[in-house]
């Protein structure tokens, strides 16, 4: 089992800034990906951004150039910097952690709203 504890979801105005932190911690685990997914009302959930074993980072089309994801290997930490917020990144974002052996785990969200 993996333990979530995230931080710095908010409500701002678009073109603002946020910064959302995650930390996991419970039993030994291998982390293969660690990064954030959001769910806006009405739509399924998506990767927003995520961290690779080796290094190697992903985002979202729709983020590409405002969000910045960061991980602590040491701290088993990650953090994502979000700039020039807009409305449409308005959702719940979920810290995820996916392991070496292939499960994928979720903290309980936080909550983003940029109003316009």
């Known amino acids: 089992q993996v333990q979530f504890e995230e931080s710095g979801g908010g409500s701002v105005q678009s073109g603002e800034s946020l910064r959302l932190s995650c930390a996991a911690s419970g039993s030994p685990f291998n982390v293969l990906l660690m990064g954030w997914d959001r769910q806006a009302p009405g739509k399924d959930r998506e990767l927003v951004a995520s961290?690779?074993?080796?290094?190697?980072?992903v985002y979202a089309d729709s983020v590409k150039g405002r969000f910045t994801i960061s991980r602590n290997n040491a701290k088993n930490t990650v953090a994502l910097q979000m700039n020039s917020l807009i409305p449409t990144d308005t959702a719940a974002y979920f810290c995820r952690v996916t392991t070496k052996d292939g499960a994928t785990y979720w903290g309980q969200g936080t909550q983003v709203t940029v109003s316009p």
């Open positions: 961290w690779r074993s080796g290094g190697t980072l």
